[in-house]
């Protein structure tokens, strides 16, 4: 008798309690704001639904890739002048730390200039293929380079001798070695820099001649393992891969680092036929599995950045576009929305970008827009951190540190806190948008 008591008092606070919280969220002035979804398939299939697949020539385009992406086997030489190539030596003139926070100094940048072996620039001129994914340095070491460890935005994992990632598989052509014949100065398709020689071999006509065999193919699935038998990489998206006979080409290397042609194999639901149709269920099965994955500057940690995420994005339905964010803006009618305001810029965006191939770009920033949901542009981008302010007007940051689905004021939430910084939100700093 006491326990049915209890109980029926129980349920009977436990409605009051679910009426008073839905007559306070009608009621209430101030709404919680959200800014970062995570969506079901279906909602996303509904925002791919209202996509044009006929808005990638992808016949045309993946040719285009293919050409651009085997270019550097067709040169006698790397591209770029001497004075291009040596770039990085303009830290001299600032402040920059190594990876105990010391000062880089004039006896650490002499010493990376002897050993960089400059003065035989484009005197090997060899052609090579990665046969692991592999970091682009700007200097000829592992050593990490920062800005102000201690100031907002800077430090772990802003390494600015990281230039880029480059995946398996990836054609190369040699300018030089380091003095210590551990690193070697390359050129791919979109970057430059330095490679450790152990992540190279180099190739003669024969091997080109079998590896570019016109059957392409690849990878839509994120991190998967290949072996050969042992252990060979973990496969980013994106990836290229031969196939003949049923499987998949790689390189592996002799003991004069000469590439052989090696055979693998590869799940059939983790490889598609390239270039991968641009159609409603493609551009959802692609983007799924870039969510969530954790930023990488210039992809360190073989993590990617906001553009290497667009990028990798759309070199999967065969079109290239350029690595760095404010290049990709090149890559199809850029139309200019510096001088509108934020309601305008909103506007714009809403009713004039086409969902799944449209680029919207921002200082160092660039997100793909994917459709409207509740009448919000929604944006998919990786991106570090956002810009608040804590209540005394000092800017303070919030790590996200991944690939979300956001507004473009991805933030706003925290305006009740007093902490969203309109001035500096990711709408207020949009530039312009590419529509392909």
Request: hydrophobic share 40%.
């Amino acid at each position: 008798m006491i326990k049915s008591f209890f109980s029926k008092r129980v349920k009977i606070l436990l409605v009051f309690i679910a009426l008073a919280s839905i007559l306070f969220y009608i009621f209430s002035d101030k709404k919680v704001t959200q800014t970062i979804f995570e969506l079901e398939d279906i909602e996303l299939l509904s925002l791919s639904k209202k996509a044009k697949n006929s808005a990638i020539d992808q016949e045309k385009e993946s040719k285009e890739f293919l050409k651009k992406y085997f270019l550097v086997w067709e040169q006698d030489k790397i591209s770029i002048s001497k004075e291009d190539a040596l770039w990085g030596f303009s830290i001299k003139d600032v402040t920059r730390y190594l990876e105990n926070f010391s000062k880089i100094d004039s006896k650490w940048l002499e010493k990376e200039k002897i050993n960089s072996n400059f003065e035989e620039f484009n005197t090997l001129n060899k052609k090579a293929i990665t046969i692991k994914n592999t970091n682009i340095r700007v200097f000829p070491t592992i050593s990490p380079i920062f800005k102000n460890p201690e100031a907002l935005g800077e430090g772990f994992p802003f390494d600015y001798n990281q230039n880029s990632l480059l995946k398996i598989n990836s054609p190369l052509m040699v300018s030089h070695l380091s003095k210590d014949r551990a690193w070697a100065f390359i050129e791919s398709r979109f970057v430059y820099g330095w490679v450790k020689i152990d992540d190279i071999a180099f190739v003669d006509d024969k091997f080109i001649n079998e590896f570019k065999n016109e059957n392409y193919f690849i990878a839509i699935k994120e991190d998967f393992a290949i072996y050969n038998p042992n252990f060979v990489e973990y496969i980013k998206v994106s990836t290229i891969f031969p196939k003949k006979e049923n499987r998949y080409l790689i390189a592996t290397k002799d003991r004069f680092m000469n590439a052989r042609i090696d055979f693998i194999d590869i799940k059939d639901d983790y490889i598609s036929s390239f270039p991968l149709e641009f159609n409603l269920e493609n551009r959802v099965i692609v983007l799924k599995e870039f969510l969530n994955e954790p930023y990488g500057w210039g992809g360190l940690l073989t993590n990617r950045d906001c553009s290497s995420f667009t990028q990798d994005y759309f070199s999967i339905f065969g079109k290239l576009i350029a690595r760095n964010s404010k290049a990709q803006t090149s890559f199809g009618e850029y139309i200019d929305l510096s001088d509108k305001s934020n309601e305008e810029k909103k506007r714009f965006i809403k009713n004039s970008a086409k969902p799944f191939s449209t680029l919207v770009y921002l200082q160092g920033h660039i997100m793909l827009y994917i459709g409207n949901l509740d009448k919000e542009p929604l944006l998919v981008h990786n991106i570090w951190s956002i810009k608040l302010k804590d209540k005394n007007g000092n800017e303070k940051r919030q790590i996200v540190g991944k690939t979300v689905i956001s507004t473009l004021e991805i933030g706003k939430e925290l305006e009740e806190l007093e902490e969203y910084d309109s001035e500096n939100s990711v709408l207020s700093r949009v530039l312009g948008v590419t529509i392909f």
